[in-house]
C-alpha cells in the first residue's frame, strides 16, 4: 500500500460539518486532537496535549527584535513603506520564513509569501498574514503579530507533526498604512486585482516627490515596472484567508474575553468637501451682508453627526477628521473651509445613505449661506467585508477546544482583510490589546494573549487545511 495511504484513514469525524481524514498509526501524523490540545474521543498522551505549545519567549523576542527596526526611539516605531528599516524589516521576516522551512516568494510590490507545501499543493492553499509598516510614532504590535503569529502557527503545527493537505502560505502586506503614498491596503487592494490602483501608482508620488515606482525601486522591488497587474492574483487563488490583529478597541479587555471571532469588517468612505465665500474684515462686514465659508463647514459637520445618529445603528460613525478655515485669522471672515469626513459602517447601503445626505446638505447650506461648494469629492467608498461562516465556525470550535474564551464581533478599523476578502473567503481572529491603544508607542497586548491567538490560528489553519 502506498505509505501516504497507509498513513491514512482509521479515524474519520466531522469538524464543523466537514469530514476531516486523519492518521492515528502513523506516529509522524498526529491527530486533529492532538492540535487542539483536547483529547475529542480517545485519551492522549500528556505529550500530545502540549503539542500545540507557543515558543512565547522567541516570539516576544521577535516581537521586540523587529520593533528596533525602526526610524523613531523606542518605545515609539516608525517604519515606512520601501525605507531603509523597512527593507531590513522585511529582510528580517523572509529569513524567519525561511527558518521555519517556508518557500519564499515576493511579487513586483514587495507582498511576500511564505508557502508550506501540502500533500495535494494543487488545492487552493489556506492564507494568513497582516502587515509590518507602521505609523509615525506608533506601536510594535499593530500588523505584526498576524506576521510573526502567522509564522510562529506554521512552527507550532510543524513541531506537532501536522502535514496540510491544502499547502498553508503567510502572506506579508505591502503598506497596509497610508503613511508615504497615502493610500492604505496598497499591497492586498492590489492582490484583489485593483486596476484602478495599478493605474493611480504609475503617477503617484511621495511628500517628497519621489515616485512610488523609485521608491520601490530603492527596496529592490517594481523591476518589471509599469505593469502592476502581475500581483493581481484571481479569486480563488485561496480557500481561505485569515488575519490574526489585536483588537486596536476595549472590548475584549474589559470583558477579560480572550479571543474576538470578527463577523465583519466596517467600510470607510471618505469626502473632501470646499467651500468659498467672500471673507472680509471681522469688524467691518455686517452680518447680513456675510458669506462665511467656515459656519458653511461648521454646519456641515455638525450635518454629519445627526445624519449618521438617525440611521439608528450603533455601528454608524462618521467623523470631521480635518476642519481648516482660510486665511485663519481672528479678525477675517473666513473665505475658504475645508473638511475631511469619514464615515463607516458594516452595512453599505446605510452608509451610501449618510453620504447621499451629506451631498444634500453640503449643496442646501451652499445655497442658504451663499457660498460655493466648490468641491465635494469623495475620495473613496470601498464596500464592507462579511466573514465567511465556515471560517467563523472553525476559529469558533478552535476556541471551544483550546478551552478559550471568545464573542463574535465586528472590526472597525480596516485591514488587508477588507480586500482579501474580495478574492477569497475570509476571517478575523483579535486578541485583547491594552485599553485599545493603538497607533500610539503606548500600543501593547501580553504575550499569554497573543500565545492564544497564535494557537487559534494554528489550530484554524489545520481544520481548514484538511477541509
Ligand atoms: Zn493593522
Not at 469588517?265 to 451682508?289: C, N, R, T, Y
Request: charged fraction near 25%; charge should be negative; glycine fraction near 8%.
Amino acid at each position: 500500500m502506498d505509505t501516504k495511504l497507509r498513513g491514512f484513514v482509521l479515524s474519520v469525524y466531522i469538524v464543523f460539518g466537514l469530514p476531516v481524514i486523519t492518521a492515528h498509526n502513523d506516529p509522524s501524523n498526529k491527530i486533529m486532537e492532538d492540535f487542539s490540545g483536547y483529547p475529542i474521543h480517545e485519551p492522549q498522551s500528556q505529550d500530545s496535549l502540549l503539542s500545540l505549545s507557543v515558543d512565547s519567549e522567541g516570539l516576544q523576542k521577535q516581537i521586540d527584535e523587529l520593533s528596533t527596526l525602526s526610524e523613531t526611539p523606542a518605545p515609539s516605531v516608525t517604519r515606512i513603506l520601501y525605507s531603509e528599516k523597512d527593507v531590513l524589516a522585511r529582510r528580517f521576516i523572509k529569513n524567519l520564513m525561511g527558518l521555519s522551512g517556508l518557500s519564499v516568494r515576493e511579487d513586483a510590490v514587495g507582498n511576500i509569501f511564505g508557502r508550506w507545501d501540502g500533500d495535494e499543493p494543487e488545492l487552493a492553499p489556506v492564507s494568513t498574514g497582516s502587515h509590518i509598516d507602521a505609523i509615525p510614532y506608533s506601536g510594535k504590535y499593530d500588523g505584526v503579530i498576524g506576521v510573526l503569529g502567522a509564522i510562529e502557527a506554521i512552527n507550532v503545527l510543524k513541531r506537532s507533526g501536522f502535514k496540510p493537505k491544502r499547502s498553508l502560505e503567510v502572506i506579508m502586506f505591502t503598506s497596509e498604512e497610508p503613511t508615504r503614498f497615502g493610500i492604505s491596503c496598497l499591497g492586498s487592494r492590489l492582490l484583489a486585482g485593483s486596476k484602478e490602483l495599478a493605474e493611480l501608482l504609475k503617477k503617484t508620488v511621495d511628500s517628497q516627490n519621489i515616485s512610488f515606482f523609485d521608491a520601490a525601486r530603492f527596496a529592490g522591488y517594481a523591476n518589471h515596472l509599469q505593469d502592476l497587474t502581475s500581483v493581481f492574483l484571481e479569486k480563488g487563488s485561496y480557500s481561505a484567508f485569515i488575519e490574526l490583529h489585536i483588537e486596536q478597541g476595549p472590548i475584549l479587555e474589559e470583558e477579560a474575553t480572550s479571543i474576538g471571532v470578527v463577523t465583519a469588517i466596517a467600510a470607510p468612505a471618505s469626502i473632501k468637501v470646499d467651500f468659498e465665500g467672500s471673507g472680509g474684515h471681522a469688524g467691518a462686514v455686517l452680518m447680513p451682508m456675510r458669506n462665511d465659508a467656515g459656519l458653511a463647514a461648521a454646519e456641515l459637520a455638525l450635518a454629519v453627526e445627526k445624519f449618521v445618529l438617525e440611521s439608528g445603528s450603533i455601528d454608524t460613525v462618521g467623523t470631521v477628521g480635518i476642519l481648516e478655515l482660510h486665511p485663519g485669522a481672528i479678525n477675517s471672515i473666513p473665505s475658504k473651509s475645508h473638511l475631511e469626513i469619514d464615515t463607516r459602517d458594516i452595512d453599505e447601503k446605510r452608509r451610501n445613505v449618510v453620504i447621499e445626505k451629506i451631498h444634500q446638505s453640503a449643496l442646501s447650506i451652499s445655497e442658504n449661506r451663499g457660498v460655493k461648494l466648490s468641491e465635494f469629492k469623495i475620495v473613496n467608498q470601498d464596500p464592507p467585508a462579511l466573514s465567511d461562516d465556515l471560517i467563523t465556525m472553525a476559529m469558533e470550535s478552535a476556541c471551544q477546544e483550546l478551552n478559550l474564551t471568545f464573542r463574535k464581533m465586528i472590526s472597525r478599523a480596516y485591514h488587508d482583510s477588507l480586500f482579501m476578502a474580495r478574492i477569497s473567503p475570509m476571517g478575523m481572529i483579535f486578541i485583547p490589546c491594552y485599553k485599545g491603544y493603538s497607533h500610539k508607542p503606548e500600543e501593547f497586548a501580553a504575550i499569554e494573549d497573543i500565545a492564544n491567538g497564535v494557537r487559534v490560528l494554528a489550530l484554524t489553519l489545520a481544520k481548514l487545511s484538511l477541509a
